[in-house]
């Protein structure tokens, strides 16, 4: 489990490829100690298990599953990719409950200037448009993110000066291509309705009469 709260960049130092699976090599790019060998690490918010660790570089292994829904696939040695460690019990939780499974691949539309922050404009399968709401949380390459605005396709973001530095925003452009987790208490509450959709309207009240409201 992690919060979205990117703790440094890594640079992808080399990959190790098996056929359609991958062994990710990378650099920290702040200090990373102690890190234990089978431990969970985000990588663009898509959760790896440490392989092997020396002095600030990692590897991880990225199955096929994983390579075909994330953008890690599209990574080459010496691009930046966000880092976080698995959440640890009593530690603040700053983001949001992100579990490092990556439902799909957002793409940046836009990019503009919004004071001293960055208003980014995305487009995502509209199969997930009911999971994304306005002021609801989302995390982009495991960043953990206010929504602005959305639609059944798209959802805009603002994004802050410190997020801008800590983390591979400032490289992002018309194009660029994100793994998007959305959070996963809507993904729980449409998995409970599911069954009563084709037999029930979902409107207030009938949010109301099973205890959602």
């Given at each position: 489990?992690?919060?979205?709260?990117?703790?440094?960049?890594?640079?992808?130092?080399?990959?190790?490829?098996?056929?359609?699976?991958?062994?990710?090599?990378?650099?920290?790019?702040?200090?990373?100690?102690?890190?234990?060998?089978?431990?969970?690490?985000?990588?663009?918010?898509?959760?790896?298990?440490?392989?092997?660790?020396?002095?600030?570089?990692?590897?991880?292994?990225?199955?096929?599953?994983?390579?075909?829904?994330?953008?890690?696939?599209?990574?080459?040695?010496?691009?930046?990719?966000?880092?976080?460690?698995?959440?640890?019990?009593?530690?603040?939780?700053?983001?949001?409950?992100?579990?490092?499974?990556?439902?799909?691949?957002?793409?940046?539309?836009?990019?503009?200037?919004?004071?001293?922050s960055l208003l980014?404009?995305?487009?995502?399968?509209?199969?997930?448009?009911?999971?994304?709401?306005?002021k609801g949380s989302?995390?982009?390459?495991?960043?953990?993110?206010?929504?602005?605005?959305?639609?059944?396709?798209?959802?805009?973001?603002?994004?802050?000066?410190?997020?801008?530095?800590?983390?591979?925003?400032?490289?992002?452009?018309?194009?660029?291509?994100?793994?998007?987790?959305?959070?996963?208490?809507?993904?729980?509450?449409?998995?409970?309705?599911?069954?009563?959709?084709?037999?029930?309207?979902?409107?207030?009240?009938?949010?109301?009469?099973?205890?959602?409201?």
């Open positions: 489990m992690f919060t979205g709260i990117i703790q440094g960049q890594g640079r992808l130092t080399a990959i190790q490829r098996s056929g359609q699976e991958r062994v990710l090599a990378i650099r920290a790019l702040f200090t990373l100690e102690d890190i234990v060998i089978g431990e969970s690490i985000a990588v663009n918010g898509a959760c790896l298990t440490v392989e092997s660790s020396t002095d600030g570089c990692l590897t991880a292994y990225a199955s096929a599953e994983t390579l075909g829904r994330t953008n890690l696939s599209l990574l080459r040695p010496e691009d930046p990719v966000n880092l976080e460690r698995a959440l640890a019990i009593g530690q603040r939780l700053g983001g949001h409950l992100v579990s490092g499974h990556v439902d799909c691949l957002a793409t940046v539309q836009s990019v503009r200037d919004a004071g001293r980014v404009r995305l487009a995502f399968p509209a199969d997930y448009g009911e999971l994304v709401i306005p989302v995390a982009l390459d495991g960043i953990s993110l206010t929504v602005n605005a959305c639609g059944d396709d798209f959802l805009e973001v603002n994004v802050i000066p410190e997020t801008r530095r800590s983390t591979t925003i400032a490289s992002w452009a018309p194009g660029t291509r994100v793994n998007m987790e959305v959070d996963m208490i809507g993904k729980y509450v449409r998995r409970m309705l599911a069954p009563r959709r084709e037999d029930a309207r979902l409107d207030e009240n009938f949010l109301r009469e099973h205890g959602f409201l």
